[in-house]
């Protein structure tokens, strides 16, 4: 009896004795690195994948946290990997049994054994798993990783680290790879191939080896259904599914703002855009440019002016060396404004009381102080109400608002709004006016951002906390800020559009270097540039014709329907011009008569016509005269009548302009013959 007693003992000492052994040998072990070059990588504001970039040595190795992988996935790799996974402790030993016994029974190795802890430690250090001395290490690094790590971190590790075939490594990039979405949106199909595909990822990979690939997938999806992880239906359906044959290009989207954003050194960014709009408008971009072949290039720039929010930004129309300026991102380029800073002009100027929107203000032959501006078209309008100059952009009205304000009040309110400015010679004149200063589509943006948003800036950016300092600064007050909204909702459309309730205005710059359009509703912003990456001139080139068209298409892809422009403030002054104060009626006229200045005598005002041909008379005035039918030029002449064609059914406005442009104006209606 004593000798078993003894026995026993010798026994359990030994055994605690090994376990100690054990136990030191596992606590000695020096672990691996456990963290491991990611790519870089950029998301939207859903998580999902706009552009990521290999790491140094060339591979996919996209960062994946367990909560962005299906779960059906992930139980079935457990289930088909090791079961046991949530119990044991790096080590399976019913396994590594299972495993002997089928070796020794069938006289070749037919499971390995290996847990989801020792594949790790395999990865982990690159290491084989054919040499006892290595799988003696794998056990090691199991054993010691199981002390160190949960369950979720070590198959954390597993999902990031797993090869995929190639270049591929994790679930991540493999679930982009080979079915262009977030491991988060698999099928079961998808997920089954997945499962399969570390086992042997150079022989099963489906764009090489689509019949090995279907097996594999096939053969997990049956076990599946075995061990109830899926029902019968399920495995039918999963079963039919198409392996793909081909490996997609992984996500490159923004691919501007992403190289910035990348070059901070920063792995993941996390911006604003939404990956769906992103992906529209970089369609429109190559569809606005498409068939041209005078180098002419696009930008875009869609923001959210009630919280800042950018949602989509397209630097060009192609990311390609092979295309002009296709590296450039041309929503930073500082260019000239052309015309796009007169509601800025006129908004600043109803916030200083100098005028109103039903203010009447001069369009004749000014010199102020040696600078002669001309209008567009080369003609002027006379006197008219200064919706009617902003909304027909005209220069002169323009360059007077912007002596009274003073230049500098102008550069004031775009730093303002946000914007830098870039002056030429760094003293600015009346040109800033008319595009006589440097801006880029951002800028522009942030400027219309700020009008669309009541007046007040707003913290323009692509990440939530950009700009953690920025405070709102007032540009104008909430009733100016509404004026000039409700007069660029009523600007002219270009021919064959029709968006209504969008507030805009275009612009070309000197010698048709640049052609803009931004737009604003009640919510959203839309910039568009367009003009050659070298800031050469393009002949022909118009704002309202080639990119006001691109603008508009925009913001039908932003929404199915316009969010509407608020109602006026209660402080907005709401009175036609003769019930104005009397320094609001007259901009600079001083309420002066010109006894001289031309009259229309036919059609008198308020008169009603018939017929497709209108004859025109003027009395007085200094010929040649120029004749305008709503705003738009039909005739100049000296004779003091004339036929014109009728502006078209319903009501109408007819202008005369002298030569020293002084001009008269009268309203009629015109019946259906």
């Not at 002390?147 to 679930?171: C, H, M, S, W």
């Not at 393009?538 to 039908?556: E, R, S």
């Amino acid at each position: 009896m004593t000798r078993w007693l003894f026995a026993i003992a010798l026994c359990l000492w030994a055994g605690a004795a090994v376990r100690d052994g054990v136990d030191a040998w596992v606590d000695t072990t020096v672990l691996p690195p456990l963290t491991v070059e990611v790519s870089s990588e950029v998301r939207d504001r859903n998580g999902d994948l706009l552009r990521a970039y290999t790491v140094a040595d060339g591979r996919w190795r996209l960062a994946v946290e367990l909560g962005e992988v299906d779960p059906t996935y992930l139980a079935m790799l457990i289930r088909y990997e090791d079961k046991r996974f949530a119990s044991h402790t790096g080590v399976d030993p019913l396994a590594a049994l299972r495993a002997v016994v089928q070796a020794v029974w069938h006289g070749r190795v037919v499971s390995g054994g290996s847990t989801l802890t020792m594949q790790v430690a395999r990865l982990l250090e690159d290491g084989s798993t054919g040499r006892w001395a290595g799988k003696l290490r794998q056990i090691r690094v199991a054993l010691a990783l199981e002390r160190e790590l949960t369950k979720d971190e070590i198959l954390t590790l597993y999902l990031n680290r797993a090869p995929f075939g190639g270049n591929i490594e994790g679930v991540r990039a493999a679930s982009y790879a080979y079915f262009d979405r977030p491991p988060r949106r698999l099928t079961p199909a998808q997920a089954a191939l997945l499962v399969a595909l570390p086992q042997s990822p150079e022989r099963r990979r489906p764009d090489r080896a689509a019949g090995a690939a279907t097996q594999a997938r096939n053969g997990i999806l049956t076990r599946m259904a075995e061990d109830g992880v899926i029902d019968v239906t399920t495995l039918q359906v999963a079963t039919r599914d198409a392996v793909p044959s081909t490996r997609h290009v992984l996500p490159s989207f923004a691919p501007h703002l992403s190289d910035r954003l990348v070059a901070q050194g920063v792995t993941r960014h996390d911006v604003t855009l939404d990956r769906r709009l992103q992906i529209a408008l970089e369609a429109l971009a190559v569809e606005a440019v498409r068939g041209r072949s005078d180098g002419v290039q696009v930008a875009m720039i869609v923001a959210d002016h009630t919280t800042g929010e950018m949602l989509a930004s397209v630097g060009s129309a192609a990311y390609s060396a092979d295309v002009p300026g296709g590296f450039i991102d041309l929503t930073q380029s500082v260019r000239s404004p052309g015309s796009t800073l007169k509601p800025l002009v006129y908004g600043l100027g109803f916030d200083q009381g100098l005028i109103h929107p039903e203010t009447m203000i001069a369009d004749r032959p000014t010199d102020f102080d040696g600078y002669r501006p001309q209008n567009f078209d080369g003609f002027f309008r006379g006197e008219l109400r200064v919706r009617t100059a902003l909304q027909h952009s005209l220069n002169i009205p323009a360059v007077a608002v912007t002596q009274a304000l003073g230049p500098h009040h102008l550069l004031a309110g775009l730093r303002r709004a946000g914007a830098d400015p870039q002056v030429p010679g760094g003293a600015p004149g009346l040109a800033v006016a008319l595009g006589g200063v440097g801006l880029s589509l951002h800028d522009l943006v942030k400027l219309y951002a700020a009008i669309g948003n009541g007046g007040t800036a707003v913290d323009l950016r692509w990440q939530e906390h950009a700009t953690p300092a920025f405070a709102p600064q007032a540009v104008m007050n909430r009733a100016a800020a509404w004026q000039i909204a409700h007069i660029l909702q009523e600007t002219p459309r270009p021919r064959g559009v029709q968006g209504d309730g969008i507030a805009f205005k275009t612009g070309t710059s000197y010698g048709h270097r640049d052609a803009w359009a931004i737009g604003f509703d009640g919510r959203h912003v839309v910039g568009v540039w367009l003009g050659r990456p070298d800031g050469t001139p393009v002949p022909g080139v118009f704002g309202g014709d080639l990119a006001a068209p691109v603008m508009f298409d925009a913001f039908a892809r932003v929404k199915p329907a316009i969010d509407p422009i608020g109602p006026p403030p209660h402080e907005t002054l709401l009175q036609a011009t003769a019930q104005l104060p009397q320094h609001l009626q007259y901009f600079g006229l001083r309420g002066e008569v010109d006894t001289h200045a031309p009259n229309i005598t036919f059609p008198p005002d308020g008169a009603v016509l018939e017929g497709l041909l209108l004859t025109v008379k003027v009395r007085d005035g200094r010929a040649p005269y120029v004749w305008l039918a709503n705003g738009e030029p039909v005739a100049r002449t000296h004779r003091r009548e004339i036929d014109i064609t009728a502006p078209g059914i319903g009501f109408s406005s007819l202008t005369v302009v002298d030569a020293d442009g002084r001009s008269d104006q009268a309203h009629f209606r015109v019946l259906q013959p």
